[in-house]
T-cell receptor
């Protein structure tokens, strides 16, 4: 049990729709990252938020956006859904810069998004 | 651009064997390397984290080594058990900027009773 929760567990959408995925980070962790994992692949970095500001972004288009809130929860929003957006979306929280024991990123169980 | 490769993609061994999973990365300027376990359809569980200044880390039956200069890491699993069956992923964090993990594609491990 990592203390990171995500909702919903599963979601089915159609092409062109918009979706919001939610993550509740481990208490006190001020950094949250989002990853996309296609079937049979390793996770791909989407972006990271640190103290409510975007702090790095992977190779994803602007229709992928995020928010981080003061209570350490966060959202991933995807507009104009495409079939290739079907994947497991993972969030991970951490407290970087405090030493080896806190460099570990703690992952949530993920949200399985299917786009039809 | 950092690229991480894991070999083999899949491995099936009988229970009780010792085994080694391999991970290689192209850019040696890393901050740390982590090994994760992922059960089907589930999130990732961190197994071991090795800082760039370290050579290895151990946890129970697991031992991970890091050779930064050659861009390689190995995960050694001793006395394998059916419960070890899962996909194992390695990931590196770059030495600057955001704490972004770059993952390999994973090794799918099956331990046969």
């Amino acid at each position: 049990e990592t203390g990171v929760t995500q909702s919903p567990t599963h979601l089915i959408k159609t092409r062109g729709q918009q979706v919001t995925l939610r993550c509740s980070s481990q208490s006190g962790h001020n950094t949250v990252s989002w990853y996309q994992q296609a079937l049979g692949q390793g996770p791909q970095f989407i972006f990271q938020y640190y103290r409510e500001e975007e702090n790095g972004r992977g190779n994803f288009p602007p229709r992928f956006s995020g928010l981080q809130f003061p209570n350490y929860s966060s959202e991933l929003n995807v507009n104009a859904l495409e079939l290739d957006d079907s994947a497991l979306y993972l969030c991970a929280s951490s407290l970087p810069g405090q030493g080896a024991s806190t460099d570990t990123q703690y992952f949530g169980p993920g949200t399985r998004l299917t786009v039809l | 651009k950092q690229e991480v490769t894991q070999i083999p993609a899949a491995l099936s061994v009988p229970e009780g064997e010792n085994l080694v999973l391999n991970c290689s990365f192209t850019d040696s300027a890393i901050y740390n390397l982590q090994w994760f376990r992922q059960d089907p359809g589930k999130g990732l569980t961190s197994l071991l984290l090795i800082q760039s200044s370290q050579r290895e880390q151990t946890s129970g039956r697991l031992n991970a080594s890091l050779d930064k200069s050659s861009g390689r890491s190995t995960l050694y699993i001793a006395a394998s058990q059916p419960g070890d069956s899962a996909t194992y992923l390695c990931a590196v964090t770059g030495s600057g900027g955001a704490q972004k993990l770059v993952f390999g594609q994973g090794t799918r491990l099956t331990i046969n009773p």
